[in-house]
């Protein structure tokens, strides 16, 4: 997969990853955090379970839906229950909290260090938590962004105020039909902000997120990077896995970190720049706050 002839970092040998993760942590002069699914099912925001049949059994025993991801991509009939699904899919991901606090460990675990998140998550737990809008970039999309389906233009719409209203006045797997939402250009359904097709709207404010995050890679090339990767699965390793293990291979001064349930693995070609901890995302960042709190 790579070739390379320079030196590349060794990480420093002691007692447990978590230490050496503590290590680099410190040690680094700038973290860039790739978070992914798994960062918000170790807070709580889990998809399938109780959390799912709490909130979609009328759904469940209509169409055999397994999870709310897999509901989400069923062709409903109208739209009038097409937004009573998808009303209680953003209302408990979006405008719910988390049950567990990881993101905001997650910030403690951060401060005075200098960071920029890249983030596929669509569920606002970053700001949520009180993490710097400016440092972060959701490339994916916003559950609390509707965009018109075609799309006739390029901007996106806040949908907080009408969706609460949807999940409140929805009956019978419906929502009211004044209250199906269309463009205020071109009259045409409108759709979720979420990046499934070619249709996918990068507004004004995704640009000028992808342009801080090229800052931020601009400003800390060559310099000791750690690529803190946390819950980040297969299903688009080009977004965040692969690219972080090329700019750690290209950088012989980079560490790669990756936390997950899912055996973390990394390029052979890495792996004395690399730091692979299978365990619970949110047990690790409490561990790494208490060596945080020892040391100071």
């Known amino acids: 997969m790579f070739s390379k002839t320079s030196t590349m970092k060794s990480i420093t040998p002691c007692c447990n990853k978590t230490t050496q993760l503590k290590q680099e942590i410190d040690r680094a002069d700038a973290i860039l955090v790739g978070a992914g699914a798994g960062l918000s ?3 709580g925001l889990t998809y399938t379970g109780v959390r799912f049949e709490k909130y979609f059994g009328d759904f469940i ?36 909290n988390a049950p567990k606090n990881v993101y905001g460990s997650l910030l403690k675990l951060l401060q005075k260090k200098d960071y920029f998140i890249l983030t596929t998550n669509v569920d606002h737990c970053f700001q949520k938590a009180g993490f710097d809008k400016n440092r972060l970039f959701y490339m994916q999309g916003d559950y609390g962004l509707w965009q018109c389906s075609k799309p006739c233009h390029q901007n996106t719409y806040d949908n907080e105020r ?61 310099l000791h990077l750690l690529y803190l990767e946390l819950g980040v699965g297969v299903n688009t390793p080009a977004i965040i ?52 709190e020892t040391s100071c």
């Open 162 to 222: 009408t969706v609460k209203k949807m999940f409140l006045e929805q009956k019978d797997r419906k929502i009211p039909s004044k209250l199906v939402p269309y463009c205020p250009v071109c009259g045409a359904p409108m759709s979720m902000n979420l990046r499934a097709d070619l249709t996918f709207v990068e507004d004004e404010g995704w640009h000028k997120a992808a342009g801080r995050y090229q800052d931020f890679l601009s400003r800390h090339r060559g």
């Open 241 to 292: 896995k692969y690219p972080f293990w090329k700019m750690t291979f290209q950088n012989p001064m980079a560490v790669y970190a990756c936390i997950n349930l899912s055996a973390p693995y990394c390029p052979n070609e890495i792996k004395k720049q690399t730091i692979c901890i299978h365990d619970d995302i949110g047990n690790i960042i409490n561990k790494l706050l208490i060596l945080k």
């Open 41 to 43: 099912a170790s807070a």
């Open 61 to 96: 025993k209509k169409y055999n839906f397994r999870d709310m991801y897999s509901g989400g991509f069923y062709p409903f009939d109208t739209l009038e229950e097409y937004w009573a699904y998808w009303s209680r899919y953003i209302y408990i991901n979006r405008y719910h």
